[in-house]
């Protein structure tokens, strides 16, 4: 018995016929479908395992270092304060003065 499918006239069978034909038809269709699709689910497991690998690294803490003071004689005068102490020290004697090597 002939049926009219898809404006072909082809012999009725079963499924099992249909696929036996697209097989031979085919040859390596189905591996090449395994492999296309056991690659991308390898692919993704090897992410996950990478990321899973580095979540269960510590992760170092970072505290915060303080800058290293400079070793070097405190100035004679500061100017941070410099405002505070002009009211009462008078002008002639906030001049500055040099210092010979005999008082040093």
């Known amino acids: 018995m002939l049926q009219f499918t898809h404006g072909?006239?082809?012999?009725?069978?079963?499924?099992?016929?249909?696929?036996?034909q697209f097989r031979e038809r085919n040859p390596g269709y189905y591996g090449r479908l395994h492999r296309k699709r056991n690659a991308a689910c390898?692919?993704?497991?090897?992410?996950?395992a990478a990321r899973a690998a580095a979540l269960a690294q510590p992760v170092p803490v970072a505290l915060p270092i303080p800058a290293p003071m400079l070793m070097l004689p405190a100035p004679v005068e500061t100017t941070l304060f410099a405002d505070l102490f002009t009211f009462a020290i008078p002008q002639r004697e906030r001049e500055l003065v040099p210092i010979s090597r005999e008082a040093a």
């Not at 072909?8 to 036996?20: C, D, F, G, L, V």
């Not at 390898?42 to 996950?48: E, L, T, V």
Request: glycine share 0%.
């Open 42 to 48: 390898n692919a993704f497991a090897a992410m996950q």
């Open 8 to 20: 072909r006239n082809t012999p009725a069978m079963s499924n099992t016929e249909r696929q036996r």
